[in-house]
Each structure stands twice: as C-alpha cells, then as structure tokens.
C-alpha cells in the first residue's frame, strides 16, 4: 500500500493493507521511512529468494544512487536493462549516469536523499516518534507516526499533531484522524483546537449514524457489532471499539 | 615563409586536430585515416597492465560511437590478430591471441583502435599497450559465485566454481542446488595443487551435519567437522584450520556501501593430520582469551602465520550484539614455528602488530610459495576486509625480514578506493588474484595482477570474460578466488555424493566453542 495512503486505508481492505504480510514488502517501509540500508538489505535477501525480480532490481538501483553508490547502480540497471518492460526505465538511468552523475536534478533520487539518515544520525531508532523527530520533512515518517497512534489508541498522540498537517499540505484532515478527534472530544466532554483544520460534516455525521446505532442496541457492543461492521468496518470508531481489523462478512 | 616552415609550425596542430590523413596498405585495415589525440576508451580496462601470456582473448567493448571499427594487436613477432566489427564488442578469436601472446612474452601487446565515424571517415586512436608477462598463471580459477547476500542459503546459485582461464569454460565444483547441501565455502588447495584440497559445507536437513571435503591424493573423502579458513601445510601432512563463531549485522543507518558486517565473536586454530585422521590444537594456538583467525604457512612450512586479537568480550547475547567493543577489536598478524617432524610447536611471536600498522586490524595472509612475499589486507578494524570500503593490499618482503629482523610492510599500489581482498597467489609466485570491489560495487570480481622478482606488483585485469559487458548487468559475487594448476577432477555429482554419503572420517576436535552461537537473522546495529 501506498504509505500516503494510511491515514484514509489503514483500516480498510485488509488485502490491500498488506496485512497478510510478505517478506519483500519490508524494503517499503524502510525506504519511506528513511532507513535506505536497511531496504537495500531487505531487498538484497528478496533478491536471494525470489531471483532478479524487475521491482527489486528498480528499487536496489534508486537506493545505491540516492547513496552515491553508481557502480552497483549501474549493474542493477544493467540487469534490468534486460528485462522487457523496464528497459527504458533503466536506459534512461544509464544514460543520466553518463550525462550527470551527481543525479541532482532526478527527483526520485533527490527524494531518497532528503530523507535517507546516515552515520550522522544518532538516535534510538526502536520509536516511530523518535524517528520522525529527526526525519521532520519526510511526509512518510509523519504517516507512520499518526498511524501508530491510531493502532495503540492513543488519541491524545493524534490530537498532538494534528498541527503539523500544515507542514505537510494536507488539505484537511485525513478521515481516520477526524474521527479519533470526534471520539477524544466525545470521551473528555470537550472541543479541541484544530490550528484552523475543522472536521467534516460527512465525518461528524458518521459519527452520529454510529452512536446511533450503537444506543439502538443500548451500547450493547456485542449486539451491535453485526450492523456497525456493514456500514463502519472501515472506520476508526470500529476499530477502537472492537480492537481488530477483522471484517465480519 | 616558405611552404615547409608553415608546414613545420603547423604539424603539431593537424596531428592534434586530426587533419593529417594516412594512406596506408593492409588488406584488412582501413586505408585512409585520420589520427586523432585523445585516448580510446574502452571497458573493462585493458590498459597499461600486465597481463599472462596464457590468458584467455581480453574481449572489450569500445565506449566511443561509431559505425565500425576495426582493431589491430600486435608485437614484436608473429602476426598482428585483427578484429572487424558492426558492433563496439571486439571479440577476438582465441587461436590468433594465444598464438601472439606466445610468441611475445615479455614484450608489449599494442592495441591499434580504428573507428568508422558518421561521416564516413576512419579514426586511428593512440595505441593501446599492455605488456605480456614472460610467466604463466596458472591455468585454473577457483571462486565462489554468489548473490552478494546469502541469508537463507536458497537454493543457487551459489557455488564453487573453476575456471579455465585460458579460455571461457567455467564449470561447477559443487553447489547448494542438491538436497541437503547449505552453503559451500573456504576452498583451500595445497601449493595450488587441486589433488590437495579441502572445502567445508554447511548443512541444516536432517541426517547431516557440517563436514569439509577432502581430496587427498586424488582420493575424495568426508571429514565429519567443518573446517572454516584453512591452510596446507606444503608438505600436504596437515592442514590448519580456523573454528570460527561468525554472526552477520548491518548497518542501519551508515552511508557506507556494503551494510553487512560480520564479527569474530570467538575463534581459534586448530590442525587436522591427514595420516593420523586426528585433529589437534595447541595453547599458541587457541588461546581463550584471544581471536585467532587467518591461518597461513609459509613456504617452507616452518612457520604458521595468522591474524590474533584480544577478545574484549566475554559472553555475548542477542541484546549485547554487536558488542559495544566491536570497533575495537584490531589484529596483529603473528606466527609460530612448526617441527613438522615432532609435530611441536615454537613460541608465538608478533610479525606486526596493528598499532604498527597504524592502528588497522590484519586479515588474511598469504605467503607467496616461493616463501620471499606475505601479502595480507588491512581495514579499519575487524577481521573480514570484504566489507570495509578501506580494505587495501600490504605486502611484507620475508627474505628482508630475515635479514634484517623488521617485518616491513608496504602498500600496493594497485589498491582502490574500494575493498580489496582475498588474495592469493599463483604456484610460481609470479600472479595474484583478489577481490575488488572497485568497478562494480557490491558485486566483487576477481582481478589477476603481475608481481616481478623484486615484488613490484602491476595494475590488475579483471578476470576476462567472452562477453566484454558481462560484468555490466552480473548480479553475482565472485570471491575466494584461488589458482591452480589443473582443474578439479571430481564433478559436482561425485562431490556431492560423497557429502551425503554415511562414510567419513570421524574426528574429536578439541575446542568447544565458549561462546554461545548467535543466528544470522537480521541483526541491526546503528552506526
């Protein structure tokens, strides 16, 4: 899934979430996250257990330029230069190689540098906070961190940044985080500031259709749970309540 | 001023601008042409090296456009080989090269490059030279081939390989596509002799354990313990062998290359008598206290040379790993006498420590069979140089240690930017092979380079291959590269066979290991 997706599908298809996991899939979360060494790993141990798969010889050829790493680069690129869909794909990066080797002026590689830590960080890794503390520009990481709020429950964690939607351009705030506001203001009895975000009406009335039903079944959440997972499975008062991304069919 | 004065002054600059046409008479040449000053490009780069004067045709690929080209190499004797082509790849045909090559040791190999431009027009480039060495290398190239991480041990294409070098065959020694088999790894061949030769394998299936694979006297056997970096005795009575405890980490957030990295959390030597089918150690040589690692005799075989540093460490768990200390840990080379007949060893002495080195940890001896050269690598710290970008060749010149008492070391000048390692010789101490990490990143290559009798060692080739751009999109690894001086008798099948079969030679060893095994999963360590 698209790590600029988790704010409005992180609950939803778990398909498409990647919930049923994948080993490959970990180099994803490494590279939106930053940690370029750690994807190339992951990817390097796909490479050993999948063979050169057009994606992972792609994303091995980005890390190692974004790193300044041209001679393995051009290997990747050579490899892929053979394969039949992605062979403009890699010319053109063979070609860049030869004409501008910085590669400065290629977005993708200028993205992964932006965000990509080296030696001169130094911090404990092990936290979501911790990381975007010092990975501030990277929109991913800021994701990341929402999303971990949302999955420990830990409301005050999205009230708390909802101010930092501005760095990022966000519109409006993404549907998951309106409604763990709507659900912290409902638990403290209280308004919120939202530094000039407001929460939509589309959302502040599926809140209400929720409790709705939920006070038909007299908070019964057992007995509610059928009709809500219809019309709600995908939202974060559903999770919250039932703590699961299951889907009753 | 008179025609032949401007003609005089200007010489310089039409020979610079390429105006000056030639007619010349070759029926297989371009007949007019103009020279131009600047040099031609080619890949890989076959310039200004030493090269054998049996080694396979050094295929290249012209970087320049054009629509054809022609190209002329020749000597001093014989006649010159000439290479048409459509296309950039000059391939050049094996009979004609190895005829020239032969009949020209120890003269230069001068590459003449024509190219056809858009206009028509033929180009003539500087020439090209290379100098032919009077000696052979030896004939065979043994290396391991494989992704440049092995994680899960899948199966291929990891393997042991050997290669002609005198042409393009390369065939399997044995590989981790048959049932059973892990990983495969340490060849090691006795004075480059593959009738002498051990290689350890790893296996995890049930009903097999770890073994090393012996040829002795062309007979195959299986040894029931893994041998890890071996070395022969030259006499071929004995070999040494490292027991290692070697866990991989990576480098989370470093902007190093190579994010692998592995640790000698605890090691030590011991030596397998082939007649009396024992293994044995001694305290110089498996001190509980100490790393030691690198094995290596020299020439004549009174001497055991290796790598040994302080263990600064005493347990280590999942949590301590790597430990704090890991950085620290730098090795000296050291060596200890061997009477062979008493099967006794002498008193453990310094050859260089690593603050004599400038505080760089040493890796990987390895003495010339003459007995006159060591030649080892140095990096920042640790014990395996493959992934430290810092890694560079040193050589130490034994005779003059003799003499003088001081084991001086000099760096190569052939070392890169890049990591170079796992050297080692040829049987007439003329040729060495190593890993390099210097064209194409990650994916080491062997590269084979001359060393005369006073030990000046000669810009490397890479290990030529049929296709000049194989290299350009190879995802393999290539290391261990070791000569020999006729292939490996046995097939992949028969080697195979032999691992799986019940039969080996039941052995002690003497060791345990103090310090518990870690796995080789994904260990993080930030840097």
């Known amino acids: 899934m698209d790590v600029l997706l988790l704010s409005s599908k992180l609950l939803g298809d778990p398909e498409s979430s990647g919930a049923a996991g994948g080993h ?33 010889l792609k994303n091995l050829a980005l890390i190692h330029m974004a790193k300044g790493d041209l001679n393995s680069a051009r290997v990747y690129l050579g490899s892929l230069s053979k394969t039949l869909f992605h062979d403009e794909w890699a010319k053109g990066y063979l070609e860049k190689l030869e004409s501008d080797p910085s590669l400065d002026n290629d977005i993708e590689v200028r993205r992964l540098r932006n965000i990509m830590f080296n030696k001169d960080s130094d911090f404990n890794a092990d936290k979501i906070e911790d990381i975007f503390a ?47 506001i709507l659900l912290y203001m409902f638990q403290a009895k209280k308004s919120v500031y939202l530094y000039g975000y407001k929460v939509s009406e589309a959302t502040h009335q599926r809140f209400n259709d929720y409790m709705t039903i939920l006070t038909r079944y007299k908070r019964d959440r057992r007995a509610a749970q059928s009709e809500l997972a219809r019309g709600f499975s995908d939202s974060y008062l559903y999770f919250y309540m039932y703590g699961s991304l299951e889907i009753i069919k | 001023m008179s025609k032949k004065r401007i003609l005089t002054i200007l010489s310089p600059v039409i020979l610079l601008t390429g105006l000056f046409v030639f007619v010349i008479r070759d029926n297989n040449m371009p007949v007019e042409y103009i020279r131009v000053s600047r ?9 200004e090296a030493v090269i054998p004067p049996n080694i396979a045709p050094l295929n290249f690929r012209i970087l320049e456009e054009g629509k054809r080209y022609f190209v002329k190499i020749h000597s001093e004797h014989g006649d010159p080989v000439t290479v048409f082509s459509k296309r950039p790849k000059i391939l050049i045909p094996n009979r004609s090269w190895k005829k020239l090559l032969n009949e020209n040791r120890g003269q230069q190999l001068n590459l003449d490059v024509y190219i056809q431009n858009q206009n028509n027009q033929w180009e003539l480039f500087p020439t090209i030279s290379n100098k032919i060495a009077p000696e052979d290398i030896d004939s065979f190239l043994v290396y391991r081939k494989m992704h440049p991480t092995h994680t899960y041990y899948f199966d ?54 770890n073994a090393t694979l012996m040829i002795d006297d062309e007979k195959l056997s299986k040894i029931g313990a893994k041998f890890g970096y071996s070395s022969w005795h030259p006499s071929g009575r004995l070999a040494v ?23 000698d959390l605890n090691s030590a030597l011991a030596y397998y008598l082939v007649d009396d089918q024992v293994i044995k150690t001694a305290p110089q040589l498996s001190d509980k206290e100490q790393l030691e690692n690198w094995p290596a005799w020299s020439g004549d075989g009174r001497y055991l040379y290796f790598c040994r540093a302080p263990k600064l460490w005493s347990d ?90 001081k084991f001086e070391h000099r760096r190569l000048e052939i070392n890169s930017d890049q990591s170079e390692s796992w050297q080692s010789w040829s049987s007439n101490s003329r040729w060495i092979v190593f890993s390099s990490k210097r064209d194409y ?74 310090t518990k095994k870690l796995g080789y999963d994904n260990i993080g360590q930030r840097e």
């Open chain 1, 24 to 56: 490959w899939k970990r180099f994803g979360t490494c590279l939106d996250l930053g940690f370029l060494n750690s994807a190339q790993h992951s990817l390097m141990d796909s490479l050993e257990m999948y063979g050169p798969r057009p994606l992972l």
């Open chain 1, 134 to 180: 010092n990975s501030r520009q990277n929109h991913a990481s800021f994701e990341y961190m929402m999303s971990s709020y949302l999955l420990l429950e830990d409301l005050e964690g999205i009230l708390n940044n909802i101010r930092l939607l501005k760095d990022f351009d966000y519109a409006e705030i993404p549907r998951l985080y309106e409604e763990a």
């Open chain 2, 39 to 47: 040099q031609v490009k080619i890949k890989p780069d076959y310039t």
């Open chain 2, 156 to 209: 291929g294409p990891l393997g042991i390989y050997q290669r002609n070098l005198e042409n393009f065959n390369e065939t399997g020694i044995i590989n981790n596509s048959f049932d059973s088999i892990y990983c495969v790894n340490c060849h090691t061949f006795c004075k480059n002799d593959p009738d002498k030769m051990l290689l350890g394998v790893r296996s995890i299936s049930p009903g097999y354990s």
């Open chain 2, 241 to 263: 062998y490292s027991l290692n405890n070697l866990p991989m980490y990576f480098h989370i957030m470093s902007n190093r290359n190579e994010v692998r990295n592995t640790i």
């Open chain 2, 316 to 405: 280590i768990t999942m949590e301590r790993f790597p430990p704090k200390e890991h950085k620290q840990v730098k090795y000296d080379l050291v060596r200890v006498g061997y009477d062979i007949e008493q099967d006794k060893w002498g008193e453990l002495e310094t050859v260089l420590s690593s603050k004599e080195a400038g505080g760089l940890s040493i890796a990987m001896p390895k003495t010339s069979p003459d007995g006159r050269w060591l030649l080892l690598c140095m990096c920042e710290y640790g014990f395996f140089p493959t992934w430290h970008d810092n890694s560079d060749l040193y050589m130490i010149d034994l005779k003059e240690a003799e003499r003088t008492g």
């Open chain 2, 441 to 514: 990143g990650v994916f080491t290559k062997p590269y084979l380079s001359y060393v005369d009798t006073s030990g000046r060692v000669y810009k490397p080739v890479v290990l030529p291959q049929k296709d000049p751009d194989f290299y350009d999109h190879c995802l393999l690894t290539y290391n261990t590269p070791e000569l020999i001086i006729k292939p490996v008798k046995y097939t992949k099948g028969q080697m195979a066979g032999v691992f799986r079969s019940a039969e080996e030679i039941e052995v002690d060893v003497p060791i345990t290991g103090a």
